[in-house]
C-alpha cells in the first residue's frame, strides 16, 4: 500500500498553495516583514526559552498554553473571516487552504517531535531564533534536524503511514 | 512605552501576534503558515541526493526561506535591542530540580552548560543537542508539520489530522520531559 499512498501525502506537503502569480524575487521581502515580527514575538515572549518549555511540560506555568492557545483562536477567526467574507489577496487571488489529509505519521512523527521537542525546548521556528540571537551553539541542533529531514525522506517508503 | 517592550511580553500579546500571521501570510500572497518545511528545502536545495521526496521545485518554496531570514533578524533586533539583560525568570520547582542537576545558570534563554560547543563532549550535551534535533527534524517531516504548521495552521483551519498531530507532539513532550528527561540530565 505505502508507495501510492505516500506519493499522496507528498503532493499535500510541498508546493501546496502555490501561487499562480509570477512576481520578481524581492517581492518575498514581505514574508521576511513577517518574519521580523515573529522573531521578535518568539524572542521577547520567551517562546524560544528551553526554560518555558519545561515548565509547560511540567504543568508548572500557564505561559506557552496561553501563547499557543490565543493564536489559535485569533488564526481560527482569522481564517473564518477569510472564507465567509472571500477575503482576496493583495495580488487580487483567492485564498485557498489545502486540507490536511490523516496518515499514521502525524501520531509516530508527532510523538518524536513531542521527544525532541522536550529535550531541545525549541520547535524549528525558535532554532532559527536562537541563531539571529547570537547563540550558535544551536547551529548544531539545526544541522541535526537537517539530518533528520534527511533521513526521514531517505526512509520513507519503508515507515508505516 | 519603552519600559514595557523590554519587559516580558505576556501571553495574550504573544498569541494574538502570532495568531495574525495566518491572515498575513495568506493574504499577502496565499501562503499557509509553516516553518519545519524549511529543513525540507535545504535537503532539496543541498543534498537532493536522488530521493523523490527531495526532488521538486525547492525554488517555488523560496519565500519560506525569507520567512525564516525574517525570523533570524526580528530575534536579532529584540536580543539586541528590546531587552533589559535581566536574567530569565522560572519558577521554583523547576530551579529547585534543575539544581538537582547542576544547572544553575539564567542568564540566556537556554541553559549555556546544556547548549554550547564544549557540552558536545558531554552524554547529556550530545543526547540533547544532536539527538534531540535529530528529533525535531525527523518527526516534524513525518508528522507533516510543527507546531506552527499543524497546532497553530492546522486548527485554525479546523483540520482534525492537526488535532491527532498536535495531541501527538505534547504527549511525547510530556513524556519525554517527565519521564526521560530527568534520567539523561542526570548523566
Not at chain 1, 533521513?151 to 508505516?160: A, E, M, N, S, V
Not at chain 2, 558536545?120 to 507546531?147: P, S
Not at chain 2, 482534525?160 to 511525547?172: C, D, E, H, K, R
Request: aromatic fraction near 16%.
Amino acid at each position: 500500500m505505502n508507495n501510492e499512498k505516500v506519493q499522496n501525502i507528498d503532493s499535500n506537503t510541498a508546493c501546496v498553495n502555490e501561487s499562480t502569480q509570477q512576481h520578481p524575487a524581492w517581492y518575498n521581502l514581505k514574508y521576511a516583514a513577517v518574519g521580523i515580527i515573529f522573531g521578535i514575538v518568539f524572542v521577547k515572549a520567551e517562546i524560544i526559552s528551553w526554560f518555558r518549555i519545561q515548565e509547560m511540560f511540567r504543568l508548572q506555568s500557564f505561559h506557552m498554553f496561553g501563547v499557543i492557545g490565543t493564536a489559535v483562536v485569533v488564526g481560527a477567526i482569522s481564517v473564518f473571516l477569510i472564507k465567509k467574507l472571500d477575503i482576496k489577496t493583495i495580488h487580487g487571488e483567492k485564498i485557498k487552504i489545502a486540507d490536511k489529509e490523516f496518515n499514521k505519521g502525524q501520531i509516530y512523527g508527532g510523538l518524536l517531535f513531542g521527544f525532541g521537542w522536550a529535550l531541545t525546548g525549541a520547535c524549528p521556528g525558535p532554532l532559527f531564533a536562537h541563531i539571529g540571537a547570537g547563540f550558535y551553539a544551536v547551529l548544531v541542533v539545526i544541522l541535526s534536524a537537517v539530518a533528520g529531514t534527511w533521513t526521514y525522506g531517505y526512509f520513507r517508503d519503508k515507515l508505516p503511514h | 512605552m519603552m519600559e514595557q517592550i523590554q519587559q516580558p511580553w505576556p501571553w495574550y500579546v504573544a498569541g494574538i501576534l502570532i495568531g495574525l500571521i495566518v491572515p498575513a501570510l495568506l493574504i499577502l500572497g496565499n501562503k499557509t503558515f509553516g516553518i519545519s518545511s524549511n529543513l525540507r528545502h535545504v535537503c532539496a536545495a543541498c543534498f537532493p541526493a536522488d530521493i523523490k521526496f527531495f526532488k521538486y521545485d525547492w525554488k517555488k518554496e523560496i519565500w519560506n526561506f525569507f520567512f525564516a531570514g525574517g525570523i533570524l533578524g526580528g530575534a536579532f533586533i529584540a536580543n539586541y535591542f528590546l531587552m533589559t539583560g535581566a536574567p530569565i525568570e522560572v519558577s521554583p520547582g523547576l530551579q529547585s530540580e534543575l539544581a538537582g542537576y547542576g544547572l544553575s545558570d539564567y542568564s540566556y534563554m537556554l541553559p549555556k552548560e546544556l547548549f554550547s560547543f564544549e557540552s558536545l563532549l558531554t552524554v547529556r550535551g550530545f543526547v540533547i543537542m544532536v539527538v534531540g534535533g535529530f528529533l525535531v527534524g525527523f518527526g516534524t517531516r513525518y508528522a507533516g508539520g510543527c507546531t506552527s504548521g499543524h497546532a497553530i495552521m492546522g486548527l485554525s483551519n479546523l483540520q482534525w489530522p492537526s488535532l491527532v498531530a498536535t495531541i501527538s507532539f505534547m504527549v511525547g513532550g510530556f513524556f519525554m520531559a517527565n519521564i526521560i528527561l530527568p534520567w539523561i540530565l542526570s548523566l
